[in-house]
């Protein structure tokens, strides 16, 4: 090792000196902490990706053959035998025209090649940008010439010092020169979930890409960037990408070793590449650089070859969907990979479903539209005209064949609606690019979109909803509590050199307190925030810890317990001068006091600390600091002998037996915006709760002041130990049902334990309560939260306070720390669920009537009114132009006032359905006017049943135009997707939408007038325009009639939504509700239940009343009851709620929604005391009475309301997700 450090030049305390030659010099020969990037695709490789689709390779075949075609002279040019096939050819300029429809159709496939490799390129752009800066915000801790100082991971050089803590994940390998209980895990390169102790004389050896789990040291860097444990397993993987094909097989296999490696842990991998959405298999080159030890690289593969992983389990890029076939293939894959969450959002699965579905459709509608025309041609011509087919006419007949194949095809390429997953990735990618602004740095796209959904946030307490500022501003010394911090005069002097040396040694030494940034500002604190309160306290009573730690460096500590999740506590041990030792503990109040035997008295001599002291301390000091808001921190130390030395890793016998000094009460106020955002959550129906290790008193104190909880609610408050007593059963084991008792009405879990956490997550995501499956979110910043955040459906990993372990396992790093940028990622969410619904209205619409004109037309004139090329246009406006218009409109306040949409709402609303369908109508209605009499009308020659070649007509050219100005006018009728009357309401605020809007009618005005023979456009005059534009207003007038007809006038509309949403769910969501509910219906619905639950309840109360009366056995009695009314009662209201309101819906759910809404009524704690524990002790009541009833509990849980002194609430929508604790007899007794 020695001879290690002097051939890296190093002094160890001191480390580098900093100076710029030499490391420079030391990145020449050791190379950087950077993995040289995958070069970018190119625009000419997008380009070529853009044309591998089916559909596009379809029309340029076409469009080959129709180019070859019109440059073949038949032989037997004017042969009258080939009829009506040759005329109109007459015309000399005409006959060399035909090859003009080929080559606008080529043209206009490359105006789509183009533009979606546009869209690619500046994709892949963008997640360029998210990389560097996700790269930018890793720093890590080296020593410089004896300064400790931070710096971005890839200028760490070979022979830094670097000091590592917990939380880390390490940058780059070295070895261990100095640590404290140091314990790793290397699982990610291992497979081994245990972690590995190191310490500086066995196994010193630290590698790049592991976590440190717990303590804390200092390490020289040996080996940086691709010469690194987890840069050489990179560049295996295949970071250098010459040879695609070769590496594409290698790369794999080494990928699927290192997946086999990384699943028994699942919460941290190597090479965590950032996950670009599934909707647009984006390519992602990214900057890949060594960032904390895990390889970036954006850059993924070919989307259909490559497994990318993500989250330890294999994800599938899902490509842009443009054909069935494509779609099937894909969905197999799809279901192949569908191991994580993570892989696919609900969205994403939801729209691939519907653009298969749509894509064969179309497909189906082109083979008929072909099949039609042909058949109609030939018995036209060979059957009822009886013609032969002579040689000379083939290529004219195949002519028209091959015009007829065009129109199916652009039938299809109109149908296939390949906009969906433009129109998702421009959503995704806008609002992540906007959320950057709002302090959300989106690392998995699809979170962004699954945030819309939740429905459940657990929140920690320190930090996101606190300042995380911390001050000690009470304590309790020498037996008297102070309710300021007292003056140092009044403290024994020995007590007080004591408490300094506590808390100055026992803290870590990379917490400080600076000086002010600005004048007058507040001090800076810098690393663990209680220990900076604890600093802040030493500062206060006029001492000085560093020159305490001066005299004691961190190397000379003998021995450290560093602060874990189990332990709570933290201790550390030094040798004093005589060779006794003395150890200094500080920790959770209640926890260390239990350790206390003796306590230091007012004159700083020990006396007696009793369990009976103890009791009164925690009545008199602890609880009221605690409903004051306050965290408890006890100081404590115990001195040992030299001789024997104690056996240091018995740690129990070690921690115990202590000495008190002090117990200090740390404020961390609330921050000011947290009660108005919480408040914003609960209006948009989402439920917060605090999850926090911090005493339950404490954190009651914290929710009440935050508005989690309210005086006089109904709702649960409960510390790890009393929340693993109802959740577990005898053997230990938590079971479902059990949790399903707790949280619906639990609030606030305190003293948990990171277990606890990720067991509350785990199962409010597995309950089946409610019929809404719940989406969680999760707030963590410990190591230990990595497990919950990876469970949680969306994963918020705090910027400033998280570790990179809790980084790394995170969907979304809050760069802020603040709770409100959760709201701001909800609102954000749900937009890019509106905006995709609005394009998918907009596109529908367009679908529904291009598809419909083109097969009518073709089969009643033998010709589409919209030609390919027209149809291509029309494609254009619709897919990528709608989709950049609609999808990038700016989110508003009022998307917080509804409640989230649920996993398995239908795409497809029925406000939406209605809207598709009116418009289409009227759409329809104009077109087949104009078709049918719009010669007449305009008094203009028709352009029904044209030859082969012949001239575009005016008559063609107004329906298109017609077409072309609905949309336009339609898009602005889309922006609303809920029923909501002003369309135009901040229209401006969106410029892209504004100017894609004018931009379209300039160059529909282009096309129409000077488009010619390739659009086959004929120039119209003033007053046509007018016309055209007329007929496209009457869009929006016709919207404002469609929004006045209620939805449940139509009452086919439910199940409309559904069609086109069978299976878009993940298999274990597929039986659940699937229908949107009116609010007329749900004010029925409601009304019915308050009907039904007043109905029961009053016959409740007669058995009751009438059992008194006959003075038999009361438990008999209700024992009778429960069990035969009850069940009556049930067949009944069941029976009762099918006639009534599901008309012949049978739904497999029905009879549990019922009981669901009939729950029993829980008891409402009328009281705003913090002092009274709100935990309903029912629960020993209920073991008793489950223990008594002799028959097993009925079903029907709706006969218990006997009106006690107990005030019980009845508002549907809260018991409807509220638990049912046991049978009807529990209840009873328990409020009798």
């Known amino acids: 090792m020695k001879s290690w450090v002097s051939r890296v030049s190093l002094s160890p305390p001191a480390g580098l000196t900093g100076d ?308 099937e293939a894909d969905e197999k894959e799809k279901k192949k990979a569908s191991v994580s969450k993570k892989e696919k959002s609900v969205l994403q699965g939801k729209l691939t479903k519907l653009a298969v579905q749509i894509g064969k459709a179309g497909l189906v509608m082109s083979a008929i539209t072909v099949i039609i025309l042909v058949l109609y041609f030939a018995i036209d011509n060979f059957v009822l005209q009886k013609r032969q087919w002579l040689p000379e006419c083939t290529p004219i007949y195949i002519q028209y064949f091959v015009k007829f194949f065009i129109i199916g095809v652009t039938v299809l390429v109109v149908a296939v609606p390949e906009g969906l997953p433009l129109a998702v990735t421009i959503s995704l990618a806008y609002s992540v690019k906007k959320m950057m602004k709002d302090n959300n740095l989106v690392r998995h796209l699809d979170a962004c979109e699954t945030m819309g959904n939740a429905t459940a946030i657990c929140s920690d307490k320190t930090g996101t909803l606190t300042t995380n500022r911390m001050t000690a501003v009470q304590c309790y010394v020498g037996d008297v509590h102070y309710k300021v911090i007292p003056d140092p005069s009044s403290i024994p002097p020995k007590t007080l050199d004591i408490l300094v040396s506590a808390i100055s040694i026992n803290s870590a030494y990379t917490t400080k307190i600076l000086p002010p940034d600005k004048e007058g500002g507040l001090p800076k604190q810098v690393g663990n925030k209680t220990e900076c309160g604890l600093l802040g306290l030493v500062l206060d009573l006029k001492r000085d810890y560093q020159s305490i730690r001066n005299q004691i460096p961190e190397e000379k500590l003998y021995k450290v317990y560093t602060f874990n999740s189990v332990r709570k506590s933290m201790s550390t041990v030094t040798k004093l001068q005589d060779g006794s030792f003395r150890m200094y503990s500080k920790g959770a109040s209640e926890i260390v006091l239990k350790k206390c035997s003796r306590i230091l008295n007012e004159v700083g001599e020990q006396r007696v600390f009793r369990p009976r002291d103890r009791d009164d301390m925690v009545k008199k000091v602890i609880e009221p600091m605690a409903c004051d808001g306050l965290r408890t921190i006890c100081v404590a130390y115990r001195d040992f002998s030299a001789d024997p030395e104690p056996n240091w890793d018995d740690e129990n016998n070690i921690v115990s037996d202590l000495t008190a000094i002090c117990v200090v009460g740390i404020e961390d106020p609330v921050r000011p915006e947290v009660p108005e955002a919480i408040r914003k959550c609960q209006r948009a129906g989402i439920t917060v709760r605090m999850v926090t290790g911090d005493n339950i008193n404490t954190a009651r104190a914290i929710a009440i002041k935050c508005g989690i909880i309210h005086p006089g609610e109904d709702f649960l408050c409960i510390d790890g130990k009393e929340f693993n007593r109802r959740i577990r059963n005898e053997k230990g084991e938590v079971e479902q049902e059990r949790i399903d008792k707790v949280w619906p009405k639990l609030r606030v879990l305190a003293r948990s334990s990171p277990t606890d956490k990720h067991t509350l997550v785990k199962g409010i995501i597995d309950s089946t309560l409610v019929d809404q499956r719940q989406v969680v979110a999760v707030t963590g910043d410990g190591t230990n939260d990595g497990p919950a955040l990876k469970k949680a459906d969306v994963g918020f990993a705090m910027g400033i306070a998280g570790t990179d372990v809790a980084k790394e396992a995170s969907d979304i790093i809050l760069t802020d ?208 325009w007018m016309w055209c534009v007329f007929l496209g207003l009457g869009e929006l007038v016709w919207g404002q009639v469609i929004s006045s007809i209620p939805n449940s006038k139509l009452r086919f509309l439910k199940g409309a939504g559904q069609l086109t949403q069978k299976d878009d769910m993940p298999e274990e969501e597929m039986n659940e509700d699937q229908e949107e509910i009116d609010h007329a219906e749900r004010e029925l619905r409601r009304g019915q239940i308050l009907w039904f639950r007043g109905l029961s309840r009053i016959q409740t109360q007669i058995e009751v009343v009438n059992t008194f009366k006959s003075g038999t056995s009361f438990q008999g009695a209700l024992r009778r009851q429960s069990s035969t009314t009850s069940q009556n009662q049930d067949i009944r209201v069941v029976n009762a709620f099918r006639s009534s309101l599901y008309e012949g819906l049978e739904k497999p759910e029905s009879r549990t929604s019922i009981h669901n809404f009939m729950t029993h009524p829980e008891f409402r704690i009328e009281d705003s005391t913090p002092h009274i524990p709100l935990i309903d002790d029912t629960d020993i009541d209920d073991e008793a009475a489950r223990k008594n009833s002799s028959q097993p509990s009925s079903p029907n849980k709706n006969n218990n309301a006997i009106d006690s002194g107990i005030n019980l609430t009845t508002d549907t929508s809260k018991s409807a997700a509220s638990s049912s604790p046991g049978s009807p007899l529990h209840s009873l007794e328990t409020s009798l």
């Open 817 to 1024: 720390d603040n709770f409100t940028s959760i709201v701001k990622a909800v609102m954000w969410g749900r937009n890019v669920y509106d905006s995709i619904s609005k394009f998918l209205q907009f596109q529908l619409t367009v679908n529904v009537v291009a598809v419909i004109v083109a097969f009518t037309g073709a089969c009643i004139t033998q010709d589409s009114p919209l030609k390919a090329v027209q149809m291509l246009w029309v494609n254009l406006i619709m897919d990528t132009f709608a989709s950049l218009a609609l999808a990038t409109e700016p989110p508003t306040e009022s998307l917080l006032m509804r409640k989230p949409y649920g996993r398995n709402k239908p795409l497809i609303s029925s406000t939406m359905t209605k809207n598709i369908l009116g418009h289409g109508i009227y759409q329809l209605i104009i077109i087949f006017t104009l078709l049918f009499v719009g010669e007449q009308i305009f008094d203009i020659d028709s352009g029904r049943n044209a030859p082969l070649h012949s001239p575009p007509s005016e008559h063609y050219t107004i329906i298109f135009n017609t077409f072309v100005m609905m949309q336009l006018f339609n898009e602005i009728n889309a922006r609303k997707i809920h029923g909501e009357r002003n369309v135009f309401d901040g229209i401006f605020r969106n410029p892209i939408f504004c100017s894609i809007v004018l931009g379209t009618f300039a160059i529909q005005i282009v096309i129409v007038q000077f488009g010619g023979k390739p659009f086959s456009c004929s120039p119209l005059d003033l007053e046509k």
């Open 20 to 327: 710029p030659a030499d490391l420079d010099k030391r990145k020449d020969v050791y190379g950087q902490n950077l993995i040289p990037p995958k070069k970018p695709k190119t625009f000419l490789q997008l380009v070529w990706e853009a044309l591998q689709d089916v559909t596009l390779i379809i029309l340029e075949i076409a469009a080959m053959i129709s180019l070859g075609l019109s440059f073949y002279q038949p032989p037997g040019e004017g042969s009258e035998s080939c009829g009506a096939a040759n005329a109109g050819a007459e015309d000399e300029g005409e006959a060399e025209a035909g090859w003009i429809e080929g080559a606008a159709i080529l043209l206009s496939v490359v105006c789509v090649v183009l533009v979606t490799a546009f869209n690619d390129w500046s994709k892949e752009k963008q997640f360029r940008g998210l990389q560097s800066r996700i790269e930018q915000e890793q720093k890590f801790q080296v020593v410089r010439g004896s300064q400790v100082i931070q710096l971005p991971v890839a200028d760490i050089v070979v022979g830094d010092i670097a000091q590592i803590k917990y939380g880390d994940l390490l940058p780059a390998d070295g070895i261990l020169i100095q640590g404290n209980d140091l314990k790793i895990d290397e699982s990610s390169l291992t497979g081994e979930s245990d972690h590995v102790r190191k310490s500086a004389d066995k196994d010193p050896m630290l590698l790049s890409g592991t976590h440190v789990m717990e303590g804390s040291g200092r390490m020289v860097v040996t080996a940086v960037g691709v010469n690194s444990q987890t840069g050489i397993i990179f560049t295996l993987l295949g970071a250098g990408g010459e040879e695609e094909e070769k590496k594409e097989k290698k790369g794999q296999a080494v990928e699927d070793g290192q997946q086999l490696a990384d699943c028994t842990h699942p919460s941290s991998h190597p090479i965590a590449t950032i996950a670009t959405d599934g909707a647009a298999g984006a390519n992602a080159p990214g900057n890949t650089s060594l960032v904390n030890g895990k390889m970036q690289d954006g850059n993924m593969e070919n989307n259909q070859t490559k497994v990318k992983k993500q989250d330890g389990a294999a994800a599938m890029e899902m490509q842009p969907l443009k054909s069935a076939e494509g779609g």
